[in-house]
């Protein structure tokens, strides 16, 4: 690992790499190394990117501790290629399988995957898909899909949908349509068979904040009843962003996926 000799501290490296989906897009990561031989890959939430806040600070939180990190934009968003789609949770599990191939095929070790909101379902999604990774952490994520939609789409959503077979939506400065078949696809999306489906040896945390008005803190009590190795830990006053809170949450996952390698006998250095 590099140093700087004025100061002897630890200069974490940051590579800019690509790597193409099973679409031939190019996804589009960043990786920081710390020479560890195991790898956490962090997964942003819907109309999300690699340098969302949250992904920004658990990579140097994880870091610090010696263990190297890739977050990366899934195809259609950041800098990845590809268009965006409403929905597409497999097509993202699809991108995520290809970041956890491409360093497995360089003899490095994908430990854990964390994922923030949607992201969150994703890398659940992968565990009851792949059942190759051991450490799952879900920050935030939704179990019931048929939850906030009024609130994002409007109250008469579904009946302008049932008109005009779509509707446009403008959120954050950033316009995109949704026809029905997807927004049917996401509202019939069981998230809850698929986590009875994680093994047993896999280790899963949810963190949520109490003060979440985007996705209900019921929906993570679902997970713990659901997933069979599963953690909870609330965050009191933590909102969907964790804005106010991200020291508290850092200290949460990098406690839980430290002790988690440890269980395993896996040095991260």
């Known amino acids: 690992m590099a140093q700087s000799h004025s100061a002897q501290i630890p200069v974490i490296e940051q590579q800019r790499v690509i790597i193409p989906n099973k679409h031939g897009e190019k996804l589009v990561g960043l990786l920081h190394e710390t020479e560890s ?12 990117c690699k340098d969302y806040r949250i992904m920004v600070n658990l990579a140097a939180a994880l870091e610090k501790e010696g263990i190297s990190v890739f977050r990366f934009d899934f195809s259609g ?10 929905g597409s949770y497999y097509r993202e599990v699809d991108d995520l399988h290809a970041v956890v191939r491409h360093f497995s095929s360089g003899n490095r070790v994908v430990s854990a ?33 048929k939850r906030g939609l009024a609130e994002r789409f409007g109250e008469d959503f579904m009946e302008k949908i049932k008109k005009d077979g779509y509707i446009d939506v403008k959120q954050g400065g950033f316009e995109f349509r949704v026809t029905e078949e997807v927004l049917m696809d996401h509202i019939t999306m069981d998230m809850r068979e698929p986590c009875r489906n994680i093994d047993q040896e896999c280790r899963v945390l949810t963190v949520h904040g109490s003060a979440d008005d985007m996705v209900p803190v019921e929906d993570a009590s679902e997970f713990g ?23 508290e949450l850092s200290q949460v996952v990098v406690k839980f996926i430290k002790a988690a390698l440890e269980e395993d006998k896996v040095d991260p250095k």
């Open 37 to 48: 031989k195991e790898i956490v890959v962090l997964c942003h939430g819907f109309r999300s």
């Open 77 to 86: 968003n950041g800098e990845s290629e590809g268009s965006f789609e409403y």
């Open 113 to 145: 995957i964390l994922g923030h909101s949607k992201g969150g379902d994703v890398a659940l999604l992968y565990a009851s898909k792949y059942r190759d990774i051991r450490i799952v952490v879900n920050v935030a994520g939704r179990c019931d899909m």
């Open 225 to 247: 009843e659901i997933i069979p190795n599963h953690q909870f830990q609330i965050i009191d006053g933590g909102d969907h962003g964790f804005t106010s809170h991200q020291t």
